[in-house]
C-alpha cells in the first residue's frame, strides 16, 4: 500500500449564518495514498466542494485533522499555506479562471513567478505544460481567443506546470460538452499514468468511473465507497 498524501479525520466544517448552523462536513474520514485518483460525488449540497476547499487549503475545518504528506496543516500561518498551496497543489476549476488579458502562456506561467526560480526554469516548465496538453501552438493567444476545452487544457496545463503532489479538480468537464469533457478526462488518465494524484468531483457517473475509487457524500457525510476496475 503506497503511504497516504492525504489523511483525513473526524473532519467537520460547520457554517454560521444568523441563528442557522449548517454542518457542510460531518466526521468525515479517509485517506488518499500517493498515485491514486480518487472521485467525490454526491448530490448538490452534499459537502463535495467544501470538502475539495479543504484539502487544498482554502478553507479550513472547524474540527478534526488534516495531515498533508504526513505533515498537519492546522497549525500553519496564512503565508504558509499559500505557499503549500503553490508549491504542493494544482487546481483545476469547472470556469476555468483564466485571466482575460494574460496570454495563455502568461497565464501558465503565472503561479510559479511566486517560486524562487529563474526565468529561464519557468519557461521550461510552462512550454512543457503546454506540449503535455496539446496547447504549445496557442501560447501567444488570449484565452477569448479559445474554446471552451481549449481554455480547460490550458487551465490543466498551469496546474501541472508547478509539479505538484496533489492535482485537484472540481467538475473539470462542467462547462464542456461532451466531446471536450472526454478530452479533458482523457489528460487527467494520462496525469494519473505519469504519476499524479488526483481528487476529482463530479456529477458524471461515467467520468467518476474513470478513477480508481469513487468516495460517495451524502448530507456532508461518506455513505459509501466504490471501487472500480478500470480499463489501463
Request: charged fraction near 20%; include cysteine; hydrophobic fraction near 40%.
Given at each position: 500500500?503506497?503511504?497516504?498524501?492525504?489523511?483525513?479525520?473526524?473532519?467537520?466544517?460547520?457554517?454560521?449564518?444568523?441563528?442557522?448552523?449548517?454542518?457542510?462536513?460531518?466526521?468525515?474520514?479517509?485517506?488518499?495514498?500517493?498515485?491514486?485518483?480518487?472521485?467525490?460525488?454526491?448530490?448538490?449540497?452534499?459537502?463535495?466542494?467544501?470538502?475539495?476547499?479543504?484539502?487544498?487549503?482554502?478553507?479550513?475545518?472547524?474540527?478534526?485533522?488534516?495531515?498533508?504528506?504526513?505533515?498537519?496543516?492546522s497549525?500553519?500561518?496564512?503565508?504558509?499555506?499559500?505557499?503549500?498551496?503553490?508549491?504542493?497543489?494544482?487546481?483545476?476549476?469547472?470556469?476555468?479562471?483564466?485571466?482575460?488579458?494574460?496570454?495563455?502562456?502568461?497565464?501558465?506561467?503565472?503561479?510559479?513567478?511566486?517560486?524562487?526560480?529563474?526565468?529561464?526554469?519557468?519557461?521550461?516548465?510552462?512550454?512543457?505544460?503546454?506540449?503535455?496538453?496539446?496547447?504549445?501552438?496557442?501560447?501567444?493567444?488570449?484565452?477569448?481567443?479559445?474554446s471552451?476545452?481549449?481554455?480547460?487544457?490550458?487551465?490543466?496545463?498551469?496546474?501541472?506546470?508547478?509539479?505538484?503532489?496533489?492535482?485537484?479538480?472540481?467538475?473539470?468537464?462542467?462547462n464542456?460538452?461532451?466531446?471536450?469533457?472526454?478530452?479533458?478526462?482523457?489528460?487527467?488518465?494520462?496525469?494519473?499514468?505519469?504519476?499524479?494524484?488526483?481528487?476529482m468531483?463530479?456529477?458524471?457517473?461515467?467520468?467518476?468511473?474513470?478513477?480508481?475509487r469513487t468516495?460517495?457524500?451524502?448530507?456532508?457525510?461518506?455513505?459509501?465507497?466504490?471501487?472500480?476496475?478500470?480499463?489501463?
Amino acid at each position: 500500500m503506497a503511504e497516504p498524501l492525504i489523511c483525513l479525520k473526524a473532519l467537520t466544517r460547520v457554517f454560521h449564518t444568523d441563528e442557522v448552523e449548517t454542518h457542510a462536513i460531518a466526521d468525515i474520514h479517509f485517506g488518499v495514498p500517493r498515485g491514486e485518483y480518487v472521485c467525490i460525488a454526491g448530490p448538490s449540497g452534499s459537502g463535495k466542494t467544501t470538502l475539495l476547499s479543504i484539502i487544498g487549503l482554502l478553507d479550513t475545518p472547524t474540527s478534526g485533522t488534516y495531515l498533508l504528506d504526513n505533515q498537519p496543516v492546522s497549525g500553519l500561518s496564512g503565508p504558509e499555506r499559500a505557499r503549500v498551496r503553490n508549491e504542493r497543489i494544482g487546481f483545476v476549476f469547472q470556469s476555468f479562471n483564466l485571466i482575460g488579458d494574460l496570454t495563455v502562456a502568461e497565464n501558465v506561467e503565472l503561479p510559479l513567478t511566486y517560486r524562487p526560480m529563474s526565468s529561464a526554469e519557468r519557461q521550461r516548465r510552462v512550454a512543457a505544460a503546454l506540449e503535455r496538453v496539446g496547447m504549445a501552438h496557442r501560447g501567444r493567444h488570449l484565452p477569448s481567443q479559445l474554446s471552451g476545452g481549449q481554455q480547460q487544457r490550458v487551465a490543466l496545463a498551469r496546474a501541472v506546470a508547478g509539479e505538484p503532489l496533489l492535482l485537484l479538480a472540481d467538475e473539470p468537464t462542467g462547462n464542456l460538452d461532451s466531446k471536450n469533457g472526454d478530452a479533458v478526462m482523457a489528460l487527467l488518465r494520462d496525469l494519473h499514468r505519469a504519476g499524479t494524484t488526483i481528487l476529482m468531483v463530479t456529477h458524471n457517473p461515467e467520468y467518476a468511473r474513470q478513477a480508481q475509487r469513487t468516495i460517495h457524500l451524502f448530507d456532508g457525510r461518506v455513505v459509501e465507497e466504490t471501487v472500480h476496475e478500470r480499463v489501463a
